[in-house]
């Protein structure tokens, strides 16, 4: 489209003020912003890969009704472009909820009703460096998925973030352990035939867009604290590590305050791995020791004693609830 | 089947910290490699080097004659075998192991052959129809075993595969993929922290600490010929006792003192002492718990100065034998395993003979093994 050559033809035809100007991608908004204060107005912007077009009017010039025809002869322009699929218009939905939580679904995908419940999955690639691109993982997730077309929706949202919605009657039933064993089979799959790291993560079944866009929030703020409490950490649900994504959340200065006062009731020492491992396990199972104790495969009063030992080591029982969770904050903060 | 060289590899982070530092070796074609040490020593930075999903800072990777410092993971030939036993929960056994032949275009029949011969191998030719959620652990972790066997690739790269299984599976898994391996005839490189995986799977091992290899040998060689003494503390459970003490020359003899206590080393050893020049200078001495012997016929053979006498804190009775645990000879936590059929009591003193033809001798500044 040679916009330039639209804009002379605007101007010869109707004798009024307007002017085209192109530059990159980056440099549009600085620019506009130089010609609105000179008295510019702009009227229509184009794109695409990489080049930027203003058109810009000078508003006194043109009534009411020269702007509406002179919008409706550029928008024709504008949407001879491809549109924007379904995936993508959604992908820019969701990155927005992230500066703007309350953001309704762009109109074009509101009519995006689903009879029956989704499940939404966070994939994030955890290294960087790696040079492949979602474009190429789609093929994999489109053969592993059954019946992925048309009622499931790949959705890259950025170069390290991927989101995977499947109809629930693909997963099974709504049971929490089902969906999870999905997030491990879809984690393992990657693993293995991307032969990368990735970390999957999954949340609630939900019905509409609106709940879809809430659980993504959910699930972003979930990877982020897995990311710097958890880094080993690669499936989990969004029904996990709730204390994590509340001191993730917290400002750096109040996480140091906490740590402080934490420190201030009860200085610890440094804790050996195992002991780590048991008591995390112990926090997970809600304090629970025989279940604890099975998912250690450990005998239970192989896990008394080491629990004896940490009360020992650190003046606080960790099956008593406030010792463990002045424990768990210290292992929290402590550790990170 | 290939050989995997890795040439003065190093890992650096952008924050300078050195994961793995000149780690230089061969693997045969073949060969069953075990990687092992403590958290953070880099045994798994190493294995993720080879797999691709690590960046190498420096040096070379090389899987049978081909560079592949630049070849993305999945076109290196390799499969790995992760600590998870993940499925793909809406596929049968037979699917799960299908499908990442599908994905590369094997045929219907090379598919059938291939899995047929990996369930064969696996025992698991009458789970092909059952979905994952019908299994057990064990059986979860032979379809994952299984799905990496049928790609037949060039090396098979482990990551603690078995640290998920409870101890009774782990051991009988253990064996499972010895078998395995030599049933296949592939190169293993195998990751663990856990020393007894590594003394019971390995050709050969790799003990690495702080992103250094400390030694590479045969299990026996390890065992029995540490090249310092964290691989001496390392391997072997319970761990080597460690005593801090002089080398002294006495009537013709190389003594080892600590208190009051005097160890006299035999002829062959005093004089790898005597030559290396650590006569009259601080060393560590160390004994494995099993080469100390409260039997009286060892007693009688191996008189004084070659015992040292137990005042005994703990005893753990581990039915055919017995750890005793004891701390007077200078302060240091020491064990010893005994005859189970002593009937020993904490409180109690009891004889121990040393076996000093396998003690071990450290220089106590370098912690390197003189023997």
């Not at chain 1, 080049?51 to 024709?76: K, N």
């Not at chain 1, 999954?202 to 879809?212: C, K, M, R």
């Not at chain 2, 790799?206 to 060689?221: C, E, H, N, Y």
């Amino acid at each position: 489209m040679d916009w330039q050559k639209k804009a002379d033809e605007i101007a010869q035809a109707t004798g009024l003020p307007i002017r085209g100007m192109e530059c990159s991608n980056v440099e549009w908004e600085p620019l506009l912003l130089e010609q609105e204060r000179n008295g510019w107005e702009l009227i229509y912007l184009a794109q695409n890969e990489d080049r930027a077009f203003l058109f810009l009017i000078q508003p006194d010039y043109w009534d009411r009704a020269s702007r509406a025809l002179l919008e409706l002869y550029l928008t024709p322009a504008a949407t001879s472009q491809p549109p924007q699929s379904i995936a993508e218009q959604l992908a820019s939905w969701f990155q927005g909820l992230l500066d703007h939580p309350g953001t309704p679904p762009p109109r074009s995908v509101q009519q995006l009703t689903w009879r029956e419940k989704r499940v939404i999955f966070l994939v994030e690639r955890c290294r960087n460096e790696s040079k492949w691109t979602w474009e190429s993982v789609e093929p994999l997730l489109r053969d592993y998925i059954p019946d992925i077309q048309p009622t499931s929706l790949i959705i890259p949202l950025n170069p390290t973030h991927l989101l995977l919605i499947v109809p629930l009657s693909v997963i099974g039933t709504d049971g929490r352990e089902d969906t999870l064993e999905w997030a491990y089979g879809l984690q393992e799959l990657l693993a293995c035939e991307v032969l990368d790291s990735f970390r999957v993560l999954v949340g609630p079944p939900f019905s509409s867009l609106t709940d879809a866009g809430r659980t993504f929030i959910e699930l972003y703020h979930l990877s982020s604290a897995l990311q710097r409490f958890r880094p080993s950490k690669m499936v989990a649900a969004s029904w996990h590590y709730p204390l994590e994504r509340w001191a993730a959340m917290l400002p750096d200065a109040v996480a140091t305050g906490v740590l402080q006062a934490i420190s201030s009731v009860r200085a610890l020492p440094a804790l050996s791995t195992e002991q780590k491992e048991a008591l995390e396990t112990l926090f997970a199972h809600q304090l629970n020791v025989s279940e604890t104790a099975r998912q250690l495969y450990i005998h239970r009063n192989t896990l008394l004693y080491r629990l004896d030992k940490i009360t020992e080591a650190t003046g606080l029982d960790p099956r008593h609830f406030p010792d463990a969770v002045l424990l768990q904050l210290h292992l929290l903060f402590g550790q990170n | 089947m290939a050989k995997v060289i890795l040439n003065h590899v190093y890992k650096r982070y952008a924050n300078q910290v050195v994961a793995v530092d000149d780690f230089h070796l061969e693997i045969h074609d073949q060969e069953f490699l075990v990687l092992v040490g403590p958290s953070g020593c880099g045994k798994s930075t190493t294995l993720r080097m080879i797999a691709g999903l690590e960046e190498i800072s420096e040096g070379e990777l090389y899987i049978g004659d081909r560079l592949v410092n630049d070849v993305a993971p999945k076109d290196r030939d390799i499969a790995m075998v992760f600590q998870s036993y993940a499925l793909y929960p809406h596929m049968n056994v037979y699917e799960n192991m299908a499908f990442g032949l599908k994905l590369r275009k094997f045929s219907k029949s090379e598919i059938e052959q291939r899995i047929q011969e990996a369930a064969r191998i696996l025992d698991i030719a009458h789970l092909l129809d059952r979905k994952p959620k019908a299994l057990s652990g064990g059986q979860r972790q032979r379809v994952a075993l299984g799905r990496a066997i049928v790609r037949e690739p060039q090396v098979f790269l482990m990551d603690e595969p078995l640290s998920n299984l409870d101890a009774k599976l782990r051991v009988q898994m253990r064996t499972e993929i010895l078998k395995l391996h030599q049933r296949l005839n592939t190169t293993v490189i195998y990751v663990t922290h856990d020393q007894t995986e590594a003394m019971t799977m390995g050709d050969r091992i790799v003990v690495m600490k702080d992103g250094l290899i400390q030694q590479v040998a045969t299990p026996s060689d390890i065992y029995n010929h540490p090249v310092n003494q964290f691989v001496a503390s390392f391997i072997g459970s319970p761990s080597m006792n460690f005593l801090e003490g002089n080398l002294l020359e006495k009537d013709g003899h190389v003594i080892f003192q600590i208190d009051a206590v005097e160890i006299r080393f035999p002829e062959d050893k005093a004089k790898v002492l005597r030559d290396r020049g650590y006569v009259n200078k601080p060393v560590i001495f160390g004994i494995r718990p099993e080469d100390m012997y409260s039997e009286p016929s060892f007693l009688e053979a191996n008189p004084f100065p070659s015992t040292l006498v137990a005042e005994i804190d703990v005893v753990e009775n581990m039915g055919s034998e017995l750890y005793i645990y004891f701390h007077n000879i200078g302060g240091t936590q020491m064990v010893a395993r005994v005859d189970a059929r002593d009937a020993l009591k904490p409180r109690m003193s009891i004889q121990l003979g040393l076996d000093l033809s396998k003690c071990h001798v450290f220089d106590r500044e370098t912690q390197v093994a003189v023997f």
